[in-house]
DNA sequence: GCGCTGACCGCCA
DNA sequence: CTGGCGGCCAGCG
């Protein structure tokens, strides 16, 4: 049997897999913030964490961090940044439209992508 | 062990 | 729209 010592959870740095895991799945032409792939990665509060985990991301892995963006809508580096240019130009490759440079998270969230499909939004 | 920082979030004025 | 405040919690010196 083991000991009390080793029967811990290991959730010590299993913790940013989950998040490489979550952001890893997200469609090219979509969009999460980092509150929902915090929620998604069992991690309710854990905002914060997922903009670690992407920096800590190793680059060879292939992660698609532009992918996830703030809940406003927009990115979350300073407009002024070669991150921020990087990340647009990235996303409006994959067909992701910035409106005065906002996302519309009802069309390219996660969320809005469900109400697409199950109401065929043509008009929205 | 303590304190500051941070690719954040939500609320309120 | 802007700005401020609290909460959250893992890293780092």
Redesign the pocket.
């Known amino acids: 049997m083991s000991s009390d010592k080793d029967n811990k959870k290991p959730a ?2 299993n ?2 897999k989950e998040v490489w895991k979550v952001v890893s799945e997200i469609p090219s032409g979509h969009v999460l ?4 792939v ?1 929620r998604l990665s069992g ?15 190793p680059g060879d892995m292939n ?1 698609p ?2 992918r ?5 809508g927009k ?3 300073p407009e002024d940044s070669i ?1 921020w240019k990087r ?1 647009k130009d990235i996303l409006e490759s994959e067909g992701v439209v910035f409106l ?1 440079g ?1 996302v519309n998270l009802d069309q390219f969230g996660y969320r809005g992508a469900v109400d697409r499909l199950l109401w065929g939004g043509d008009d929205l």
Do not use: C, M
Not at 33 to 36: D, F, I, V
Not at 43 to 57: D, G, H, I, K, T
């Open positions: 010590d740095a913790w940013y913030t980092y509150g929902e915090a991690l309710p509060r854990a905002a914060r964490r997922v903009s670690q985990a992407l920096r800590r991301a992660l961090w532009h996830v963006i703030n809940s406003q990115i979350s580096f991150g990340q005065k906002k």
